[in-house]
């Protein structure tokens, strides 16, 4: 019985992040900058043949290493140079994260767990979003969470730790060695320093009773740089120390600078997992607490594990200057394994403040989305708010149709937060759980069919459709004050055969072979205006302006 609920409920957890997570991948671009940096990186090592190197506008690609542009790349040649193949890989991620998450629940306590686990990040906002895009960090998140689970499970081996495990402990360091060298190759050496400040943190606090641990993650580490290694030696072998040196220099500059405006307050990473891990976040907050609980050592241990691995990611990217959303995404696996354990122990009907502030941060959401639509009819008061950004206030004049039914959506979420908070308070957990979390998911799957991409008409699409206007044309494009890779990808930029069309100066002053077009912001034309010849305005739309230079 027990094994066929096993097969039974994996069954339906993959059908059911099919459903959600792969339906309308496609409906609007990707977003400038990540979406469309990685899916261009694909596009051109398809269209040069040379898979080894990572490109972008055929040149060396030093920032990211290859293991995510290679799944986009099988994606495109499955599915064609689009969105949907663009996305696909994570949408596939999130099938597979579910499923691991019901292994693990399972294996450190029982099914219940399992289910309350898949729950929680399934129907969080950011988690459950994440799925649905074509960024870098849902694959790298989900080999960090591999490479420490079974890291913890091998090092249990050599202790008295008790749980169901029915391989040896050198089985699963290599499998957590493996995890991390895919994660060091997906996004960098960052996968490798979250990982051994977390067990480093961990021994720290309980070296007495773990002198093995530091001995233990040394093994891990070496096995983890056989991947990488391997990649990094056929690079330096063809091509010299050139992306190791970059490479290192970019990272110690993103950790220092902002990165092009992606600043942010110190708390900003806070605010962000508050909110964007509702209702998961809230949830989560007795088990923070230190709320004790009869349970089993190796259980009480994986929460230890969890909680460490939290403050880690919270507190490195709080204190890193580029403050971007998805740099504490790591987080969304102790925080929904956190929510997880606190309805699993019932600890809400000690903490009953978890769920005021849940219905409070849930309203505020339903506001926020119920207030969108009504402000879209009525864009003029927002335009005051922009008086002195041009740009900000030129994308408004955007023609996008809002409808007042629309509204209707954050009542949803109002909805869905009310019933789940009612059942909880009256311990009907796995009624709770399921309006609570399964509402959130049809409420987000709404929420981007019938906003998304009229935010993007706002903030992007003027642009895309230009580029997109030029993908059958031989010509040059280039954006002019403001960094973009959406003119290199909807244009579906040529290898380039000319070096200096690369240049500002080339293709405003020098005598060209093929049209020139030029793209600005309206708050930065200053950047063309009276230092290129013979350069013609052909039009503005939604904040930005057009030009040619013929040839």
Request: proline fraction near 3%.
């Amino acid at each position: 019985m027990g094994s066929n609920n096993y097969i039974k409920d994996l069954g339906i957890v993959s059908i059911v992040a099919a459903l959600f997570f792969l339906p309308f991948l496609g409906n609007v671009h990707l977003f400038d900058w990540d979406e469309i940096n990685f899916a261009e990186c694909a596009r051109e090592m398809l269209e040069v043949g040379n898979f080894s190197q990572v490109i972008m506008d055929y040149q060396p690609f030093w920032e990211k290493p290859p293991l995510f542009i290679w799944m986009q790349v099988i994606s495109m040649k499955l599915f064609g140079v689009n969105e949907f193949a663009a996305r696909f890989p994570n949408a596939i991620c999130g099938i597979i994260t579910l499923i691991t998450l019901y292994y693990f629940g399972r294996k450190l306590f029982d099914r219940e767990f399992a289910w309350l686990w898949v729950a929680a990040y399934f129907g969080s906002i950011l988690p459950h979003l994440y799925f649905r895009s074509g960024i870098i960090d849902p694959w790298f998140n989900y080999f960090i969470f591999m490479a420490i689970s079974f890291f913890i499970f091998s090092y249990w081996k050599l202790t008295s730790m008790k749980i169901e495990q029915t391989k040896t402990s050198n089985f699963y360091l290599i499998l957590s060695g493996l995890f991390l060298g895919l994660a060091i190759m997906t996004k960098g050496p960052v996968a490798y320093l979250m990982t051994l400040l977390t067990v480093g943190i961990y021994w720290l606090l309980h070296f007495k009773t773990h002198k093995k641990l530091p001995l233990h993650f040394i093994k891990c580490s070496f096995i983890a740089a056989i991947i990488p290694l391997l990649w990094l030696g056929i690079e330096t072998a063809r091509n010299g120390t050139w992306f190791v040196e970059e490479f290192i220099t970019y990272q110690i500059r993103l950790a220092k600078t902002e990165d092009a405006g992606h600043g942010g307050f110190f708390g900003f990473h806070f605010v962000i997992l508050l909110v964007g891990c509702f209702p998961a976040s809230l949830l989560a907050l007795p088990s923070f607490l230190g709320i004790k609980a009869k349970e089993i050592t190796a259980t009480y241990d994986f929460r230890r594990w969890m909680l460490i691995l939290f403050w880690v990611v919270l507190i490195l990217f709080s204190m890193v200057q580029s403050k971007i959303i998805h740099y504490s995404s790591m987080c969304y696996f102790p925080i929904t394994f956190l929510a997880a354990y606190s309805l699993y122990y019932k600890l809400y009907l000690r903490k009953k403040f978890s769920l005021v502030l849940l219905v409070i941060v849930g309203l505020l959401i339903s506001v926020v989305v119920t207030i969108v639509p009504i402000i879209g009819q009525n864009i003029d008061l927002l335009k005051p708010l922009f008086e002195k950004d041009k740009f900000g206030m030129a994308n408004l004049d955007a023609d996008v149709k809002w409808h007042t039914w629309e509204a209707i959506v954050g009542t949803i979420l109002t909805c869905v937060t009310i019933v789940g908070f009612m059942l909880l308070q009256f311990g009907k957990v796995k009624k709770g759980v399921l309006a609570l979390f399964g509402g959130t998911a049809i409420f987000l799957s709404i929420v981007l069919f019938s906003f998304v991409g009229k935010i993007e008409s706002y903030t992007q699409n003027a642009a895309i459709e230009f580029y997109k206007s030029k993908a059958h044309e031989d010509c040059y494009i280039l954006p002019i004050g403001h960094k973009s890779y959406a003119h290199l990808f909807y244009s579906k930029k040529r290898p380039v055969t000319n070096d200096q069309s690369r240049h500002f100066h080339y293709l405003t002053k020098e005598k060209l072979d093929k049209p020139a077009y030029f793209i600005t912001r309206v708050d930065r034309q200053h950047h063309l205006i009276g230092k290129g010849d013979n350069v013609e305005r052909l039009y503005e739309k939604n904040g930005f302006v057009f030009w040619k230079r013929a040839k």
